[in-house]
């Protein structure tokens, strides 16, 4: 059985950075791409990055290039890092297994994160 | 990258059939399939279809994916209350190595 398990959820300043993991189990962790998606209150799903779990460092959507960061470890987790928060960083963040080719098959339940002064 | 369009919303009666359409994606279908999802208030999202129009495992066959041309389509049959969520699609853009989704449709069932 396939399982994606994020942690909890965050509340933050304006500025701050927010780290988010992604603990996986029930199948061979490199063989899957893992990505990131956001709902923002109100929005629609936003795709964030992703990662090959067999390099140790994901790539970013264009425009979050400069504030994302996504890796992975040898304990069948993945992390996201993303850093200036904003305001409009306010969602709710899923980390997602591909099922074929770049389709998101398997969900985590989704991190809350609150961006706020 | 591309963009993806999708109707903010429709509507249809309980037992009834109602097509959510997607445009932009690619008439090639080796190189943008297309997925899609469906989505409830404060739920995770579920895939649906991949590849265009293959069903994961457990996916009730009510729900069945389409493309021609450009366009991509999600029909639902015979509708039910608990249908009511809002669907995306999604394809990868391998131009700019992003998954792209769709704005949602939100599915109403009167």
Redesign the interface.
Known sequence: QVLLVQSGPEVKRPGASVKISCTTSGYRFVDYMIHWVRQAPGQGLEWLGMINPGVPRGDSAQRFEERLIITGDTSNTVYMELTSLRSDDTATYYCARDLSYMTAGFWGQGTLVTVSS | ?FALTQPPSVSEAPGQTVTISCSGATSNPGEK?V?W?Q?FPGG????LI??DN?W?SGVSRRFSGSKSGTSASLAIRDLRPDDEA?Y?C?A?DAS?????????TKLTVL
């Open positions: 990258q399939f997925s999802y989505h995770t999202p579920k895939l991949h590849r293959e994961p809002t995306y999604a990868w700019v190595r992003a998954l792209v989704f769709g704005g949602g």
